[in-house]
């Protein structure tokens, strides 16, 4: 029995490649043509939730203008995969900059797809370690494309399971332990809460939403759903943004080499704003 048979809804490979338009263009995502099946189970929720009974009436719809769908649709199609201190070898390296002699001002920086909140958090704990306590002036602007995760990660409440990477020391210091009816969750302590602010940003934005001069940019694992001159664009915007030795963390399978116009490799997925820019 062929696939189209077994599928709730009439799927084709025009639907698809409307799909695959739609995201670019509204979102900047390459959706690549092996995500046909992807596209296909995580849209198929939408239509039930919408009472949509094909996939031509669905994209229809959302190219009328339904901006509460084209947030649902651009949700479903993105992928929130993150943990605490994921890509550990960063940490050391964020807190050695923090840490740098002759900074006095407040320290700013921006974890531009923050998923669930782990990424940002993670970047919080990491200052308040390298400054020793609370004292020193930290903020961090979260953001990601998803209201459903910005969510949770306002929340701060994970599962006991999620913090098993973490020291028994620093969960005692930035976590409480549930109890009772939260017992197997932790809650992340109001103070390193407040070092953050969580807010949507879209990438592919003509502006975003910071003034500050950033001490480091965090966008890790999200580029590779870009193309190269998407990708550009974006890089572009990120080194104004940076104070003059302001690093950019990236993720493991990421590369930007194509903007040494604007940043210079530091180490291991960690570039650096180049001085003429």
């Known amino acids: 029995m062929s696939v189209e048979h077994t599928r709730e809804f009439h799927f084709t490979t025009q639907d698809f490649q409307l ?11 390459s959706l690549s043509e092996s995500k046909q099946e992807l596209a296909y189970s995580r849209l198929a929720r ?20 339904d901006e509460a769908e ?6 479903s199609l993105t992928t929130n995969l993150t943990s605490f201190f994921r890509e550990a070898h960063h940490f050391p390296v964020l807190a050695g900059h923090l840490r740098k002699p002759g900074k006095t001002h407040p320290s700013v920086m921006w974890c531009s797809a923050c998923s669930t909140g782990e990424e ?11 400054f020793g306590g609370f004292d020193h002036p930290v903020r961090i602007i979260a953001s990601d494309l998803d209201t459903n995760v910005l969510q949770t990660a306002r929340t701060g409440r994970y599962k006991l399971e999620s913090v098993a990477r973490i020291s028994a020391l620093q969960i005692d210091k930035f976590f409480v332990r549930g109890k009772g009816e939260d017992a197997g969750f932790v809650q992340v302590r109001p103070e390193l809460r407040k070092m953050i602010s969580f ?18 940019i965090f966008c890790r694992n999200v580029m590779i759903y870009f193309d190269k001159d998407t990708q550009l664009k974006i890089l572009k915007k990120f080194a ?23 940043f210079k490799l530091r180490g291991h997925t960690v570039y650096q704003r180049t001085e003429n820019r």
Do not use: C
């Not at 084209?70 to 949700?75: D, R, V």
């Not at 958090?121 to 390298?130: C, E, F, G, I, R």
């Not at 003059?244 to 116009?261: M, P, Q, R, T, V």
């Open 19 to 29: 799909i695959r338009k739609l995201i670019y263009e509204h979102a900047g995502i």
């Open 46 to 65: 939408r239509l039930r939730a919408t009472g949509v009974k094909t996939f031509a009436e669905y994209l229809n719809r959302l190219q009328r203008g």
């Open 70 to 75: 084209w947030e649902a649709f651009t949700n």
């Open 120 to 130: 940002a958090y993670s970047m919080a704990m990491t200052a308040v370690d390298a």
């Open 199 to 216: 807010q949507r940003i879209n990438l592919l934005d003509a502006t975003w939403p910071i003034r500050e001069q950033l001490d480091a």
């Open 240 to 262: 104004p943004l940076l104070r003059g030795d302001g690093l950019l963390f990236a993720g493991h399978s990421e590369n930007f080499h194509h903007a040494d116009a604007w």
